[in-house]
């Protein structure tokens, strides 16, 4: 059904524009073959039309006329730069703040930045990229296993990249089969998977299906290519479970995914759940 307009949406993946791609620097240090060392940005070699020379000499007005013009209410955003944590004082109405757990091998530091980040900034979320991690912490592993539980005390949710990583780096760690073990461990704890989960797609909503607290973003996804399967699943047993996520400025501009966005063939009950009212539930902003 065609994407209804007028829908408060709610972004799950977003941030502002930087000068250059310094920020991919911790990924670079990890590739080993030359087209990585070649590419601006790790994994553009996937994206068409990946945003640059974007104006950045107010990075906060950039992304919020983009939000505006795309009729994005609210956009998760980090709080370990000072763009994100500028934006976050002056528009605390517009940006949701969020941690990063950057080295789960530092399992004291991490949860006690993740608590500090808490108190200070009120953070609703936190995030990991296992593969992005040196060296890779999976999923699964025992560091991880604090972070979670700091995570159910604090009651929030813990957004986690899951599937074959778009830079060349090893997928290994992002098997979707590892997080059956991590619900079974947390029953408690909300968990909602990042970048896919391709090619265990059929996995991850067969174990969304059995685990209520696990969900689904599609973060980093132009519309036009959202797997199948999750799709199938959103409009059957899983409209509670699918959330919005874009990837803009990273590799994705709000345009491409806003064009592409109304041929997606969620059913008319599905895309308020999707677009807004199952991220506001997940990272409870209406307590």
């Known amino acids: 059904m065609p994407m209804p307009a007028g829908i408060p949406i709610i972004d799950t993946m977003i941030g502002f524009p930087h000068e250059g791609f310094a920020q991919y ?51 998760l955003v980090g709080v370990s730069d000072e763009t994100s944590r500028l934006a976050l004082k002056k528009h605390p109405d517009r940006f949701i703040p969020s941690s990063d757990i950057s080295d789960p091998n530092d399992v004291t530091g991490s949860v006690r930045q993740l608590r500090r980040d808490y108190e200070e900034f009120g953070i609703k979320a936190t995030g990991v990229f296992p593969a992005g991690t040196f060296p890779q912490v999976a999923i699964d592993a025992p560091q991880m296993y604090p972070v979670y539980q700091t995570c159910v005390d604090l009651d929030i949710p813990i957004f986690c990249t899951a599937g074959i990583p778009g830079p060349r780096l090893k997928f290994a760690v992002q098997e979707v089969s590892r997080i059956d073990t991590v619900m079974y461990d947390f029953p408690d704890l909300v968990f909602v998977t990042r970048h896919g989960c391709e090619p265990w797609e059929k996995l991850a909503w067969k174990l969304m299906l059995k685990w209520p607290n696990l969900y689904y973003s599609t ?30 400025p990273m590799g994705l501009s709000l345009e491409r995914i806003f064009t592409d966005m109304p041929h997606v063939p969620f059913k008319d009950e599905v895309w308020p759940k999707f677009l807004g009212e199952n991220a506001r539930r997940v990272l409870k902003l209406d307590a």
């Open 25 to 75: 620097d911790f990924i670079r240090k990890q590739t080993r073959d030359k087209g990585s060392e070649e590419m601006e940005f790790p994994a553009e070699y996937m994206f068409k039309q990946v945003p640059k020379d974007l104006p950045d000499g107010d990075p906060v007005a950039v992304t919020l006329r983009e939000m505006d013009k795309y009729g994005i209410e609210r956009g």
């Open 219 to 248: 973060s980093a996804f132009a519309p036009k290519h959202y797997p199948e399967e999750i799709i199938n699943y959103a409009n059957t047993r899983g409209a509670d479970k699918i959330i919005y996520a874009g990837y803009f």
